[in-house]
């Protein structure tokens, strides 16, 4: 019974084939982290330093350990020459997220040679305040910094960057020793992070004292 033979042989080796294409797949996509991470790591010891605008960010649709991988479109803008837009993708830690939206100022190191390479720098991030459109303060800033909170008096969904959502805020700030006062920012969040900035939620907040439009927010995770 040939048609027999044939349908076990096919309900056997189909199967099989189905696995070993999707561990190759999937052993594809892990070796070009691997293999992304090396050359992140070499530019971000040999790379020229730099300052760059967001232009945009948008999500890939992929996630590693919950942290979502996101496509950014950047505006370099390197002391030893012209301009230059380059994208490149990174992942975030959902913690982060804040810190990455259109106007954002972040450090990246690019490749002299070839800038179409480029890596973002976050560690020297991480050793300054977010801000929301001013240029990026020196890496001593944490001395110049001070502890506050930001109670969100209104919260309006912006355009959507694929999974992340943009929200616009008003915050008002409070610092000690200092009057409350009023500012505009625009942060990217994932979906189940969204009733934390919901209007009177209260957010604790790292301020520059050099600009005080300069904040950090501190987003805790919802599981």
């Given at each position: 019974?040939?048609?027999?033979?044939?349908?076990?042989?096919?309900?056997?080796?189909?199967?099989?084939?189905?696995?070993?294409?999707?561990?190759?797949?999937?052993?594809?996509?892990?070796?070009?982290?691997?293999?992304?991470?090396?050359?992140?790591?070499?530019?971000?010891?040999?790379?020229?330093?730099?300052?760059?605008?967001?232009?945009?960010?948008?999500?890939?649709?992929?996630?590693?350990n919950d942290n979502p991988r996101v496509a950014l479109r950047l505006f370099v803008?390197?002391?030893?020459?012209?301009?230059?837009?380059?994208?490149?993708?990174?992942?975030?830690?959902?913690?982060?997220?804040?810190?990455?939206?259109?106007?954002?100022?972040?450090?990246?190191?690019?490749?002299?040679?070839?800038?179409?390479?480029?890596?973002?720098?976050?560690?020297?991030?991480?050793?300054?305040?977010?801000?929301?459109?001013?240029?990026?303060?020196?890496?001593?800033?944490?001395?110049?910094?001070?502890?506050?909170?930001?109670?969100?008096?209104?919260?309006?969904?912006?355009?959507?960057?694929?999974?992340?959502?943009?929200?616009?805020?008003?915050?008002?700030?409070?610092?000690?020793?200092?009057?409350?006062?009023q500012l505009h920012t625009k942060v990217a969040i994932a979906p189940e992070n969204?009733?934390?900035?919901?209007?009177?939620?209260?957010?604790?907040?790292?301020?520059?004292?050099?600009?005080?439009?300069?904040?950090?927010?501190?987003?805790?995770?919802?599981?």
């Open positions: 019974m040939p048609g027999l033979t044939l349908i076990i042989i096919l309900s056997i080796v189909l199967p099989l084939l189905l696995a070993a294409i999707t561990i190759f797949l999937v052993s594809r996509f892990f070796f070009g982290l691997m293999r992304e991470s090396r050359e992140r790591q070499s530019l971000l010891r040999d790379g020229e330093s730099s300052v760059a605008e967001i232009l945009s960010i948008s999500d890939t649709g992929v996630t590693v803008q390197p002391q030893s020459r012209t301009g230059f837009e380059v994208s490149t993708k990174l992942l975030v830690p959902r913690l982060s997220l804040a810190a990455f939206q259109p106007g954002s100022k972040i450090r990246v190191r690019f490749d002299p040679n070839d800038l179409q390479r480029v890596a973002v720098d976050t560690a020297a991030m991480n050793n300054q305040p977010r801000q929301t459109s001013s240029p990026i303060a020196p890496a001593d800033s944490a001395a110049s910094s001070v502890r506050g909170t930001a109670v969100v008096l209104d919260a309006v969904a912006a355009e959507s960057a694929g999974r992340l959502k943009l929200v616009n805020l008003l915050l008002e700030m409070h610092v000690a020793d200092r009057p409350p006062y969204e009733a934390l900035v919901k209007r009177g939620a209260q957010i604790n907040a790292t301020i520059s004292l050099a600009d005080t439009t300069q904040i950090s927010l501190e987003l805790p995770a919802t599981g």
